[in-house]
């Protein structure tokens, strides 16, 4: 069964007096428990697709529904979290995750014990009463992902989550992820600017193309679920890296062009 | 406690320094008394309760300005944060009102308003206005439009998003205004009263000065205006390490 589904989705900004057409006839769907990635050009819309997934945005035509039911506005089914952490500098990082919790009004005690749980979750124990001033951008992105988690949400949009970081502990958070999705079982939207991190990430690769940004390719990952870097299927997952990049070559002007393709290499050593 | 130190410190060689100055001049005392007569001045005004019901009354106007000046700063700053045509409108005659001297506008204001604690109250009000209102202008604008955005994504009321995350991510530069605030409304009490008033420190330097030529007295008043400031200011600062904390 398909979790979100979007037909003929177009947005588009009037920038200047003049109008810009964001984003054109997107039609995705993401079956329940499965992980897309989003990548595309800067200015392709990705963010603003994310956007309307959840709520945030109104499209200007077509219609997206989460489990067979209409978005339309911010809801609490889906989780949403940033390429930037948005901790509140005032608050502990505990009180932080929290938050959701209070905005709907829940007693402190089951408010605190649900942030406890999932600090443990995203290895954050030991850092309850530390400000955000205090944490390296992994451990604040942790706690990013566990605020967006206390609300239980079916759904989880990670707008280039750990694009701000480096690359080390991008990559341990990324096996994070997906340690975190086997346990969550939440249908998982990222949108990413690293085609490696979208094959490592996801079972489909989508790919946007310049603005106006429309679906120019949907590309397979054939990978088992369970992944860690350097244990992956190298063949195929240069495969689907090829296939995500020739789609962005040949809709994106001035993409440099792709180098011999290394699945053919990687497949013949396997 | 190495910083109070080096305060004291400081203040005792001015003292000396203040003591030289009257014994090397030998001014008489109507024009400069030294450290020590204007403590014993000091004292004596408040063992024989001259002190204490002028004390009472400033810092009654100074408070009660204080409230008034800084909940309309606040509404007004951020009335003019939230809609960029009200700043457009309203900010000429707000800063038309701050650039008239406070000193031109108190005769006017006693007056309409009389010379009873109404009239102090007013004028303390509107020296604290300008500051605060800026100063939550200023604070507001500048909330992370990312926290923002995950505040609606959170479904927060416009009520949560004003309590939980605007007056918070603002709170160090409206503490800010009323820091300023705080000092300015001492000086909007003294103005007041010397404006017309039959109780007050602003009442007793004019005492001091005109009817009673006793200038020990003055310095005394003074001293005690500038330990007010001082006091209500320090209050301003505890309560701003308490609502603001430590952030970066």
Not at chain 1, 180 to 193: G, K, P, Q, S, Y
Not at chain 2, 104 to 117: C, V
Request: glycine residues 10%.
């Amino acid at each position: 069964m398909d979790d979100i589904t979007l037909r003929g989705i177009g947005r588009s900004f009037a920038l200047a007096g003049r109008r810009l057409v964001a984003l054109e006839a997107i039609d995705l769907d993401v079956p329940a428990g499965g992980i897309v990635a989003i990548v595309g050009p800067s200015g392709s819309g990705k963010s603003t697709l994310l956007r309307l997934i959840a709520g945030l945005l109104p499209a200007d035509s077509g219609t997206v529904e989460v489990g067979g039911r209409p978005v339309s506005g911010p809801d609490p089914r889906i989780g949403l979290v940033f390429q930037e952490p948005r901790l509140m500098p005032w608050r502990t990082a505990l009180d932080n995750v929290c938050y959701p919790l209070e905005l709907m009004g829940r007693p402190r005690s089951e408010r605190e014990t649900r942030a406890r749980e999932l600090m443990v979750l995203m290895g954050l124990d030991g850092f309850e009463t530390a400000l955000p001033a205090q944490l390296s951008g992994g451990m604040a992105q942790r706690v990013a992902l566990a605020r967006t988690l206390s609300l239980d949400p079916r759904v989880l949009l990670l707008d280039e989550p750990f694009g701000a970081l480096d690359a080390l502990t991008r990559d341990r958070l990324d096996v994070e992820l997906l340690g975190l999705r086997e346990r969550l079982d939440a249908t998982i939207v990222v949108v990413t600017h690293s085609i490696p991190e979208a094959v490592f990430l996801a079972d489909r690769v989508v790919v946007l193309s310049q603005r106006p940004g429309r679906i120019v390719a949907d590309v397979r990952v054939d990978l088992a679920r369970r992944r860690a870097w350097g244990a992956i299927d190298e063949a195929a997952s240069s495969r689907a890296a090829h296939a995500v990049r020739a789609a962005l070559e040949s809709h994106v002007a001035g993409v440099p062009p792709v180098p011999p393709p290394p699945a053919r290499v990687a497949g013949e050593a396997g | 406690m190495r910083d109070m130190l080096a305060v004291i410190g400081l203040g005792i060689l001015l003292l000396l320094g203040w003591q030289v100055i009257v014994w090397v001049g030998d001014y008489p005392q109507f024009v400069l008394p030294g450290p020590l007569v204007v403590a014993g001045r000091w004292w004596r005004a408040i063992a024989d309760g001259t002190l204490q019901p002028h004390v009472v009354t400033t810092l009654t106007e100074v408070l009660l300005g204080l409230i008034v000046g800084v909940t309309t700063g606040f509404v007004t700053g951020f009335l003019l944060a939230r809609s960029a045509a009200a700043e457009r409108l309203l900010s000429p005659y707000i800063v038309a009102a701050q650039a008239t001297p406070i000193l031109a506008l108190a005769p006017l204001i006693a007056l309409w308003f009389g010379s009873g604690i109404l009239s102090k109250v007013l004028i303390c009000a509107l020296i604290c206005y300008f500051p605060m209102a800026i100063a939550t202008t200023v604070g507001l604008r500048s909330v992370d439009p990312g926290l923002m955005e995950l505040g609606r994504s959170l479904r927060a009321t416009r009520r949560q998003l004003i309590t939980t995350i605007e007056v918070p991510a603002a709170a160090p530069q409206i503490m800010g205004g009323v820091k300023v605030a705080v000092t300015l409304a001492t000086v909007g009490a003294i103005v007041a009263e010397w404006v017309g008033g039959d109780r007050g420190l602003g009442v007793l330097i004019n005492l001091a000065r005109g009817g009673l030529f006793d200038t020990p007295l003055l310095f005394a008043t003074l001293l005690t205006i500038a330990l007010l400031g001082v006091t209500l200011y320090l209050i301003v600062v505890l309560a701003e390490r308490r609502l603001v904390g430590a952030r970066a």
